[in-house]
């Protein structure tokens, strides 16, 4: 399968660069995945689309302010990104420019922080040893800044709109942006018309961003990312398929999390680790029924998944479809729910 079959023409302006004042004011294109069939309506109108005994799995991982920018020993500017943690001080940093950062270098960052450059991995990419007194994530909450997406160029004034309602799970460099369009009281509602909301966590890497640079998409490899599925969202899972409801998974992440924990009967396990599961047409789903997302990047591996979950035809059909109406794209863009 070939990497320009997922490739569309997005004009700049739809990239939303800031998010809306009301989270479900977005708008929410409904796709039938087996049919093609598409409809338009308001998110916040979303319990409209689901039945009471569906469950709605979202992802409660927490941004990081993951970006820092400090200097070397020479007293050069220099920005890292958290990238993931290896042990209590030990980060997998991705570092830039990444030429300043060799073994044994020594980084500070506003006198609060410094760490030791004490591995090289790839490109920009470090390990770093941080040294501070105190606790590490309140001197990271007012040195760090939130780790927005490349595509993204205005600034951010509420950082918490980067983050869904629900997160509590510090670990990702970017948010699972398809639950940022609930609040608080939309996620009432539904579960007051017997929806169940359960819980999973997965840290989204930065290479959720990475580009496909081969051409046979099936030589492309994914990154990995630590997850987990606890016990008492088996057990809601379970219970939603057993009365027949639909499992409908809030964002690409959650979709991840939930099929690589099922086995290929569809049961479900109670897990944590890491996945590199890389879904694209082809793939067997085993457990999701639904998926509410947003508009993805051309030839990306998430615009890959959702095609997978429905077809190509159709998921290009229901780009071309936004575009003509006008759908706001990405991050702090409009949503989609495919059942």
Same mark, same amino acid.
Do not use: C, H, M, W
């Given at each position: 399968m070939n990497l320009?079959?997922?490739? &569309?023409?997005?004009?700049?302006?739809?990239i939303a660069q800031t998010p809306l004042a009301d989270r479900s004011a977005s708008r929410l294109l409904t796709l039938n995945r087996k049919t093609g069939e598409i409809g338009h309506g308001i998110f916040r109108d979303i319990g409209e689309? %689901?039945?009471?005994?569906?469950? %709605?799995?979202?992802?409660? @991982?927490?941004v990081m302010p993951a970006r820092l920018f400090g200097e070397d020993a020479r007293g050069r500017v220099v920005e890292i990104l958290l990238l993931e943690r290896r042990e209590l001080d030990l980060w997998e940093i991705l570092v830039k420019p990444g030429k300043w950062a060799n073994e044994g270098d020594i980084l500070n960052f506003g006198g609060k %922080?410094?760490?030791?450059?004490?591995?090289?991995?790839?490109?920009?990419?470090?390990?770093?040893? &941080? @040294?501070?007194?105190?606790?590490f994530e309140e001197i990271l909450d007012e040195l760090g800044e939130m780790p927005l997406p490349p595509y993204i160029t205005e600034k951010l004034d509420d950082p918490n709109r980067y983050q869904t309602v629900y997160a509590k799970e510090p670990g990702s460099a970017a948010a699972p942006t398809a639950g940022l369009h609930f609040t608080d009281a939309l996620l009432s509602e539904l579960a007051n018309s017997g929806i169940t909301i359960a819980q999973c966590t997965l840290h989204v890497g930065l290479g959720t961003f990475r580009p496909v640079r081969v051409e046979n998409i099936e030589e492309h490899e994914m990154h990995s990312e630590f997850y987990i599925m606890p016990d008492e969202t088996v057990a809601q899972i379970n219970a939603a398929k057993d009365r027949g409801g639909r499992v409908i998974c809030v964002g690409t992440t959650s979709m991840r999390t939930l099929e690589s924990c099922a086995d290929d009967t569809g049961q479900i396990r109670a897990q944590s680790g890491y996945t590199d599961i890389f879904i694209y047409p082809g793939y067997t789903f085993k457990a999701a029924d639904g998926l509410i997302t947003n508009f993805h990047l051309p030839e990306s591996t998430l615009i890959m998944l959702v095609s997978a979950f429905s077809t190509r035809d159709h998921i290009l059909a229901a780009y071309h479809a936004a575009i003509a109406e006008r759908y706001r794209f990405f991050s702090f863009g409009d949503a989609m729910l495919m059942i």
């Open positions: 320009k079959d997922f490739s &569309f023409d997005l004009p700049e302006e739809l689309r %689901l039945r009471p005994g569906d469950l %709605l799995l979202i992802n409660n @991982t927490k %922080l410094s760490g030791e450059i004490i591995r090289i991995i790839q490109d920009g990419v470090r390990v770093i040893k &941080f @040294t501070y007194a105190g606790v």
